[in-house]
């Protein structure tokens, strides 16, 4: 049989770590998880600042944006890989327009502008709960 | 000029003919049916920075550093003599000896001797450098300018949705969210072009719809304050959100009413430049902390500690709000 409580957040609250460049979006996606029961543990607006906040945060999940001002999220995928903590892009480009997109190729992208249910159900699914 | 015009006078008066293809700006070559140079003009000399001596009766691939030595090319020229083919913009991009990085475009016509039937291959050489740079750049720029949209596309969104509908009347909701969308707009505004946005024009830009009739708003003239490009929108925001809670609830909401927008700067330790952004109602109706946080204090908390990198007091004064906002410049 399948023990739930040994996966993050079961059956509820997930802790989110947000990397976004642009505030209001990151303010808006962290409203949105909350308004439906989680946690935005930290948000980041540049690949430096994340892997900052990645030597102490464990997010059980994370939602990056691909393009941070002309820099590529990649260095925080890979390490985000390393940690083994999922994550869930939201890019209005695709992975493959970008050199070196293997980082992030088989996570899901949710697109943007974002649609709250579909980010919800990204974040479920990318932790196992989908 | 075109080929069949150039043939013509090749045909006609061998002089007058030399004239023209001195005068060509875009390199000459003529190659016989084994692809070796025959005569090249002055353009060609000029262009691969060369001479006679190095270029005339040496197999086509052998020039320069080999650098027109391409399998595809050759083979491409080959089949311009037997069948009457033609080349055309041909892209070579390589490193030429004395002259560096070029986009060549090579087109070759086959010509025939009008008088021994001589068949020989007329190969002209453009310099695409330049244009391919300005496409190049074109491209990068069309790319920033997408993704430009796009975010504002996502901001927007993200306003939309973000902005309270609960217990507001459609038109209410429409003000409230016009009014951050053109604060944004004004925000952007202020840094568009690769301006620097600075104190007091920002506060000014932003405030500016709601100095409507009397209302009182004195932003202050001093100290000029550049700010980074970054940190002018999320200021812009921050300003924005301040001005419609006074025109609500605060200050602005009453004729008597007035705020005031200031600053000073300090150095911390770190040497670090920080502004110290206050504003400041007075002669409002009384002053009480809001019961649940808004979208608006959310926005000015949010925005001055993760965008501006500082932080945002708000203090809830009977007399009227003061908001400090402080944040490295």
Known sequence: ?130 | MDLDELYRLLRGSHVRAQGVVDTIRDPLLVLGPDLTVISANPAFYRTFKTDREATIDMPFDKLGEGQWNIDELRLLLEQVIPRSASVFDYEVTAEFPHVGLRTMLVSAQRLAHPDNGQRVLLVTIADATERRRVEVEKDILIGELDHRIKNLLSVTHALARQTDVAGRSADEYRDTFLGRFEALGRSMEATANGRTAELPALARAVVEPYMEGDRDISVADEAKVDLASNKATPLGMILHELATNATKFGALSVPAGRVKIHWKLSTDEDDVSWVHLNWVETDGPETVSPEATGFGTRLIRFTAERELGGRAELSYRREGLIATVSFPR
């Open chain 1, 1 to 130: 049989m399948h023990d739930e409580t040994n996966k993050p957040g079961a059956g509820g609250s997930l802790s989110v770590f947000v990397v976004e460049d642009e505030f209001l979006i990151a303010m808006d996606v962290e409203m949105m998880l909350e308004q439906n029961g989680h946690a935005v543990i930290a948000t980041a607006p540049s690949v430096e600042n994340a892997l900052r906040l990645l030597e102490e945060a464990r997010p059980d999940v994370a939602l990056l944006d691909m393009n941070l001002r002309g820099e590529l999220v990649f260095p925080v995928a890979e390490r985000l890989r390393s940690l083994n903590i999922p994550f869930v892009l939201a890019s209005a480009y695709g992975t493959v327009d970008f050199e070196g997109g293997e980082a992030v190729a088989d996570a899901e992208n949710i697109g943007k502008p974002i649609n709250e249910r579909r980010l919800l159900d990204a974040l479920r699914r990318a932790v196992g709960q989908g």
